[in-house]
């Protein structure tokens, strides 16, 4: 499978996340983002222009990146795993409030049947996820018990080789 791989705030194109997909020998597209310095219209713009170029079959999300691949998996239709999404990351950007909103505003057309999801219970940046479990839950939708906001404190790689078929 060819997966396109978007890491979180401060985090590596080489995250957690990368590292279990690549283990599991799949083909990932993992571009930096610099969250602090490019707008969340210029992150969306390259995202487009890179489903498009490359034509990934799944859209992996971690933390902020989560935000981002909903959104982008709202635009494109591809399938998304998200591992401690932070949906609502217009909190954390007042500058972007009203675009970010406006992203956030589309994960109501999220396809259950497209999404997977994986949490940490002891998440210490985003808490207990209750909007994520209120807006996500389906039969993929996985809450580890003393899982942290790190996603190296998750199983990603028995996770992804559930949910990746």
Do not use: W
Request: aromatic letters at 10%; proline letters at 5%.
């Amino acid at each position: 499978m060819r997966i396109l791989n978007i890491h979180g705030y401060n985090g590596s194109p080489e995250n957690s996340a990368y590292k279990a997909l690549a283990k599991l020998g799949h083909e990932i597209i993992s571009p930096a983002f610099d969250y602090e310095n490019e707008s969340p219209d210029d992150i969306m713009g390259r995202l487009r222009s890179i489903a498009e170029e490359k034509s990934p079959d799944i859209i992996v999300g971690t933390s902020l990146g989560g935000f981002y691949a909903a959104a982008l998996s709202v635009k494109s239709d591809i399938p998304v795993i998200l591992v401690n999404p932070f949906l609502m990351a217009f909190l954390a950007f007042p500058e972007y409030t009203k675009y970010m909103i406006g992203l956030f505003g589309e994960f109501s057309k999220l396809k259950s049947e497209k999404v997977s999801c994986i949490i940490g219970s002891q998440d210490e940046v985003l808490g207990d996820h209750e909007f994520t479990k209120d807006l996500l839950d389906n039969p993929r939708f996985r809450i580890i018990e003393g899982g942290k906001h790190s996603g190296a404190t998750l199983p990603l790689e028995e996770y992804f080789g559930e949910v990746i078929k």
